[in-house]
């Protein structure tokens, strides 16, 4: 019997430099060859192969893969039996939760999804959107699309699109409007059930979804440490947020302590000329590579 592997499945397309970051960070360093779709990685227990996301659950479900990132709506798409072990926010490709919206032009006729019954719809997402409107009661005629979508319903070839979006730009830049959300994505890290059954790939996933998680929450954070005079640390407190509460140490020999805790790199800018204000000195801020919580 050979080394047991966990087979990890990586989404090829506009995910996939973002998805080999998140990895680094999270502790794992990933090589890709641009002669083959077996990336390398530097953990014998896991084998990698790059998949695009639209085909990720079904070989998740097939057990070709045990692990692997892809859409939620790719997962509803192919009604895939996969377990969704975690959500995975990362990349402006991925930051925002997208949408499958109902597009037409804007003098167009349809107001509502009511007002598509025996029209033409052109998509990417075909099984899911037959099945939205089916379970509405709304005939429409579904059909595949290569790309260019929003340019099927410009040219008049069909009466309204389902898109993908984050911010709607695109569909308004081509002269449509959003009519109606149909659902709600995004990234998905989901296991096949059996893989999850066994004991030794079950805690490889598990390792991998606490560290992948870890590093999504550092993402936006920073380390800030401080030197505070003792008769200053209250005043310094009402400054510092923390998760729990600030590490303190004091200093050797001395009446000042040092004082540690973690920010959002956002609120970074306001917070250190208050803490300076408050009599905090000697300030560092330093960058975190992974924040893992007890959930």
């Given at each position: 019997?050979?080394?047991?592997?966990?087979?990890?499945?990586?989404?090829?397309?506009?995910?996939?430099?973002?998805?080999?970051?998140?990895?680094?960070?999270?502790?794992?360093?990933?090589?890709?060859?641009?002669?083959?779709?077996?990336?390398?990685?530097?953990?014998?227990?896991?084998?990698?192969?790059?998949?695009?996301?639209?085909?990720?659950?079904?070989?998740?479900?097939?057990?070709?893969?045990?692990?692997?990132?892809?859409?939620?709506?790719?997962?509803?798409?192919?009604?895939?039996?996969?377990?969704?072990?975690?959500?995975?926010?990362?990349?402006?490709?991925?930051?925002?939760?997208?949408?499958?919206v109902?597009?037409?032009?804007?003098?167009?006729?349809?107001?509502?999804?009511?007002?598509?019954?025996?029209?033409?719809?052109?998509?990417?997402?075909?099984?899911?959107?037959?099945?939205?409107?089916?379970?509405?009661?709304?005939?429409?005629?579904?059909?595949?699309?290569?790309?260019a979508?929003?340019?099927?319903?410009?040219?008049?070839?069909?009466?309204?699109?389902?898109?993908?979006?984050?911010?709607?730009?695109?569909?308004?830049?081509?002269?449509?409007?959003?009519?109606?959300?149909?659902?709600?994505?995004?990234?998905?890290?989901?296991?096949?059930?059996?893989?999850?059954?066994?004991?030794?790939?079950?805690?490889?996933?598990?390792?991998?979804a606490?560290?992948?998680?870890?590093a999504l929450?550092?993402?936006?954070?920073?380390?800030?440490?401080?030197?505070?005079?003792?008769?200053?640390?209250?005043?310094?407190?009402?400054?510092?947020?923390?998760?729990?509460?600030?590490?303190?140490?004091?200093?050797?020999?001395?009446?000042?302590?040092?004082?540690?805790?973690?920010?959002?790199?956002?609120?970074?800018?306001e917070i250190?000329?208050?803490?300076?204000?408050?009599?905090?000195?000697?300030?560092?801020?330093?960058?975190?590579?992974?924040?893992v919580?007890?959930?």
């Open positions: 019997m050979g080394e047991k592997k966990l087979k990890l499945g990586l989404p090829k397309g506009s995910l996939e430099n973002s998805t080999l970051e998140l990895f680094r960070r999270a502790g794992w360093e990933i090589t890709l060859s641009s002669r083959n779709y077996f990336p390398t990685i530097d953990d014998p227990d896991i084998s990698c192969s790059l998949v695009r996301a639209q085909e990720m659950a079904r070989y998740l479900e097939a057990g070709v893969l045990d692990l692997g990132l892809t859409g939620y709506d790719w997962i509803l798409e192919n009604q895939s039996k996969v377990e969704i072990v975690s959500d995975l926010v990362y990349s402006k490709a991925s930051a925002r939760k997208a949408r499958w109902l597009a037409v032009p804007m003098n167009s006729p349809i107001r509502s999804i009511e007002d598509c019954a025996g029209k033409r719809i052109s998509t990417e997402l075909v099984a899911f959107t037959r099945r939205y409107f089916a379970e509405r009661n709304i005939p429409v005629e579904v059909e595949f699309s290569w790309g979508t929003e340019a099927k319903v410009v040219e008049e070839l069909v009466d309204a699109i389902v898109e993908v979006t984050e911010t709607g730009s695109t569909i308004k830049a081509h002269g449509l409007e959003i009519i109606h959300t149909l659902l709600e994505t995004n990234t998905k890290l989901a296991a096949n059930p059996e893989s999850l059954r066994d004991p030794w790939k079950k805690r490889k996933i598990d390792q991998i606490l560290l992948l998680k870890g929450n550092a993402e936006k954070m920073v380390g800030l440490k401080m030197n505070v005079p003792e008769d200053c640390i209250g005043a310094v407190m009402q400054v510092l947020p923390s998760l729990t509460s600030p590490t303190m140490a004091r200093l050797y020999n001395s009446s000042w302590v040092s004082m540690e805790s973690v920010v959002s790199q956002q609120t970074v800018r250190i000329p208050r803490l300076i204000a408050a009599g905090a000195d000697g300030i560092i801020e330093y960058p975190l590579n992974k924040m919580m007890r959930e």
